[in-house]
């Protein structure tokens, strides 16, 4: 999933960038209102965390921008206004969730969840036959065996099963899954399916991971076993 940070003060948005990368998710940052409305028009979040204090504008107008344009992401505000009266306005204004600085990490990352959970209700565990990936307790099983997975190896593998049957290219994953300093790196996608596969693939007998010639990959159970093309991964990275 897809997060995108708006916070002025770099040291907090380093710091959050990092904690929420390192809970598997892909985060864009912004630190100001019109970095933010330019990255919201462009791309597709699952999530804005949003200060008010803004070097160029007010947040709540960054806000109610967001909500024009379209229904969009869930937003949780993060503000140092602590106000009743802030945080009623705020979230009267169209933000789903407030909460105040100073804060404690594992609180914003419940809320975070929590968020997502409820945008995607049905969306919380995803199966491919005997694949199954529990979205807010972030386990992966297949045939009953717990797989363990790294954050991105997890990141990219719920992308493909929230997307089944559909290809996907390397640049669409490298763009939902990195962050855009990744943009052009896009050979890292097969060293990470050449993880995945052995993790979930390699020991059964119906493999779920096609490779798509010519476009990149997608997840499926076929109906009969299938020729899988090899990773294109290169020496430098093999």
Same mark, same amino acid.
């Given at each position: 999933?897809?997060?995108?940070?708006?916070?002025?003060?770099?040291?907090?948005?380093?710091?959050?960038?990092?904690?929420?990368?390192?809970?598997?998710?892909?985060?864009?940052?912004?630190?100001?209102?019109?970095?933010?409305?330019?990255?919201?028009?462009?791309?597709?979040?699952?999530?804005?965390?949003?200060?008010?204090?803004?070097?160029?504008?007010?947040?709540?107008?960054?806000?109610?921008?967001?909500?024009?344009?379209?229904?969009?992401?869930? &937003?949780? +505000?993060?503000?140092? /206004? =602590?106000?009743? @009266? *802030? #945080?009623?306005?705020?979230?009267?204004?169209?933000?789903?969730?407030?909460?105040?600085?100073?804060?404690?990490?594992?609180?914003?990352?419940?809320?975070?969840?929590?968020?997502?959970?409820?945008?995607?209700?049905?969306?919380?565990?995803?199966?491919?036959?005997?694949?199954?990936?529990?979205?807010?307790?972030?386990?992966?099983?297949?045939?009953?065996?717990?797989?363990?997975?790294?954050?991105?190896?997890?990141?990219?593998?719920?992308?493909?099963?929230?997307?089944?049957?559909?290809?996907?290219?390397?640049?669409?994953?490298?763009?939902?899954?990195?962050?855009?300093?990744?943009?052009?790196?896009?050979?890292?996608?097969? &060293?990470? +399916?050449?993880?995945? /596969? =052995?993790?979930? @693939? *390699? #020991?059964?007998?119906?493999?779920?991971?096609?490779?798509?010639?010519?476009?990149?990959?997608?997840?499926?159970?076929?109906?009969?076993?299938?020729?899988?093309?090899?990773?294109?991964?290169?020496?430098?990275?093999?």
């Amino acid at each position: 999933m897809r997060l995108l940070v708006v916070e002025d003060e770099k040291r907090i948005a380093d710091f959050l960038c990092r904690g929420l990368e390192g809970a598997g998710y892909a985060v864009d940052a912004a630190a100001n209102g019109a970095g933010a409305l330019d990255l919201t028009h462009s791309t597709d979040y699952d999530l804005v965390i949003l200060d008010l204090m803004l070097p160029d504008m007010d947040g709540i107008e960054v806000l109610e921008r967001i909500r024009r344009a379209k229904a969009g992401p869930p &937003v949780l +505000i993060l503000s140092a /206004r =602590s106000s009743l @009266d *802030d #945080r009623v306005k705020g979230l009267e204004q169209g933000a789903d969730d407030y909460l105040v600085k100073p804060f404690a990490f594992v609180e914003l990352l419940a809320r975070v969840r929590a968020l997502l959970r409820r945008g995607q209700p049905t969306l919380e565990k995803l199966q491919v036959a005997d694949l199954a990936l529990d979205c807010i307790r972030r386990k992966v099983t297949r045939a009953a065996e717990t797989i363990d997975l790294a954050p991105k190896e997890f990141g990219i593998l719920e992308y493909m099963m929230r997307n089944r049957g559909r290809p996907l290219s390397r640049t669409m994953i490298v763009e939902h899954v990195w962050d855009m300093d990744y943009d052009g790196l896009t050979n890292i996608v097969d &060293v990470y +399916i050449r993880h995945l /596969r =052995s993790k979930i @693939d *390699d #020991r059964f007998p119906q493999k779920l991971i096609q490779t798509v010639r010519g476009i990149g990959y997608m997840i499926e159970a076929p109906d009969k076993p299938v020729d899988r093309a090899p990773d294109a991964v290169s020496e430098r990275q093999g």
